[in-house]
């Protein structure tokens, strides 16, 4: 049975930083990606960031370059999020998501799992 959990969310005031971390437990999507994708109250879930799991390669949404940084443990199986100078727009819920081949990486209908969801809540 596949899991993702994440782990890692938190309240943190503007302008601070909040790593977010998301184990893979039962595959491991050595073909594919994983991705973060969040969801703020009222919206729809967005792409956030994503990282190919063999090559490394890493893609970005436009509202986060410069300040997130998505990576990979490959031995722990476990992606990451690192994010810095938050705002207030960056309150959501964060998901984690894997896929067993590495296209369309920044589809959410592509992503086979996902996890459960962990609550980021910036203040001003």
């Known amino acids: 049975q596949v899991q993702l959990v994440e782990s890692g969310g938190g309240l943190v005031q503007a302008g601070g930083s909040l790593r977010l971390s998301c184990a893979a437990s039962?595959?491991?999507?050595?073909?594919?990606?994983m991705a973060w994708f969040r969801q703020a109250p009222g919206k729809e879930r967005e792409f956030v960031a994503a990282?190919?799991?063999?090559?490394?390669?890493?893609f970005y949404a436009d509202s986060v370059k410069g300040r997130f940084t998505i990576s990979r443990d490959n031995a722990k199986n476990t992606m990451y999020l690192q994010m810095n100078s938050l705002k207030p727009e960056d309150t959501a819920v964060y998901y984690c998501?894997?896929?067993?081949?590495?296209?369309?990486?920044?589809?959410?209908?592509?992503?086979?799992?996902w996890g459960q969801g962990t609550q980021v809540t910036v203040s001003s």
């Open positions: 998501g894997g896929k067993d081949r590495g296209i369309f990486i920044t589809r959410q209908s592509s992503y086979n799992y």
């Open positions: 039962g595959r491991t999507f050595s073909n594919g990606a």
């Open positions: 990282i190919t799991w063999t090559g490394g390669s890493t």
